[in-house]
């Protein structure tokens, strides 16, 4: 008796999990793959990632160049002989 009611929960288990193993099988199969997925996406850089970026990068050269500007034109009030700003962009292309 005690042999039959272990043998009709062990075959019901299946039935009452619902598919848990099935899809715990599934998942751990499936890992590996995401998983590589995953790390192509964090390595590589999309087209809005890149142009996020790139106006980024240019708002911190205006904002550098309005600096370096205010600083000139204070450096121009005391000394008169100083000549046109030229910007930094012009001293940046000498690199």
Do not use: F
């Amino acid at each position: 008796m005690r042999n039959r009611l272990i043998a009709a929960v062990v075959l019901a288990l299946p039935v009452l999990s619902g598919g848990c193993v099935a899809k715990t099988a599934w998942n751990v199969a499936t890992a590996p793959v995401k998983a590589a997925g995953q790390v192509a996406d964090w390595s590589t850089t999309s087209q809005d990632e890149a142009d996020r970026n790139y106006g980024r990068e240019m708002r911190e050269k205006e904002a550098r160049e309005g600096r370096e500007r205010r600083k000139y034109q204070e450096y121009c009030e005391d000394h008169p002989d100083c000549g046109p700003y030229t910007g930094y962009r012009a001293s940046q292309d000498d690199d």
